[in-house]
């Protein structure tokens, strides 16, 4: 992270842990982990009492006055709730403009919150339960045909829109494949664990697969689909049928085959 960003960052750790009412604290995001890098903003999690909750979100504006800056903005997440409060807190330092996302949760009493080792900042009323995750535990194959299917329905599905010429609704199916592929090849690599999806598709995309998830996020017309879609749904065969060999769960073969030939029809019917 910025030397600016760390320095303010250190200076809000150090007013939250003299608050009694702030129990622990740990980190989330990229900090501390292999993602780090000089462009990476800092996203703790700070446990509060519940009692003091929203006493504790309202002089959040005042840990970073106390850190010697003045927000530029203070944007709450869309997630936020009565339990649960996230802000992106953006100011200027050094003549940068820098990110520091905190979060605040409310913890009862002799609450215990799993935390890997490596995240924990401080702890001053022992609620971190530290354990290391089993990675084969991360993914669980209950969904998998499942998610092969809702693939294969949305090939199907990208016929009506084909023959419509309904472009806003294509690159929404076209969403959706991306998210089934993914969740295919996370299934090859069980130790993966679930994250926002485009730290997810680093890990699971290997060589021509990430081309190919890219490109679900391509053109939003028909042509372009066209011409993406026969290598899209090649490949996401290739990669389910690994997944489902893997955990030994039989593949929606003759539904495939149908949904293929629909497809193909329609876009023919598109392109002539």
């Not at 903005?73 to 100011?91: G, H």
């Not at 664990?193 to 699971?204: G, S, T």
Request: net charge negative.
């Amino acid at each position: 992270m910025k030397s600016g960003l760390e320095s303010v960052y250190r200076r809000t750790v150090e007013i939250l842990a003299a608050d009694p009412r702030v129990v622990a604290a740990y980190m989330t995001g990229s900090v501390g982990t292999e993602r780090e890098d000089a462009y990476s903003d800092v996203d703790p999690m700070f446990l509060v009492r519940a009692e003091e909750f929203d006493a504790v979100d309202a002089d959040l504006p005042d840990v970073f006055r106390q850190a010697g800056v003045k927000p530029v903005l203070w944007w709450p997440e869309r997630i936020n709730n009565e339990t649960l409060r996230n802000y992106a807190v953006l100011f200027e330092q050094d003549g940068e403009l820098l990110q520091y996302d905190i979060t605040i949760c409310a913890v009862e009493e002799n609450a215990k919150v799993p935390v890997r080792r490596d995240q924990v900042i401080f702890d001053k009323a022992t609620v971190h339960e530290v354990a290391e995750p089993s990675p084969q535990a991360q993914y669980s194959p209950v969904r998998l045909r499942w998610t092969i299917e809702m693939y294969w329905l949305y090939v199907y599905i990208h016929g009506k829109y084909l023959k419509r010429g309904d472009r806003f609704k294509l690159i929404a199916a076209q969403h959706e494949l991306m998210h089934c592929h993914l969740e295919v090849l996370r299934a090859t690599r069980p130790e993966v664990a679930y994250d926002w999806w485009p730290i997810m598709a680093k890990q699971v995309c290997q060589g021509d697969a990430q081309d190919t998830c890219l490109s679900y996020l391509g053109s939003a017309d028909v042509q372009g689909v066209c011409r993406a879609l026969p290598k899209q749904m090649k490949e996401f065969s290739q990669d389910a049928h690994v997944a489902c060999e893997k955990w030994g769960i039989e593949y929606p073969e003759d539904f495939e085959a149908r949904a293929v030939r629909y497809v193909q029809t329609a876009m023919e019917g598109v392109t002539g």
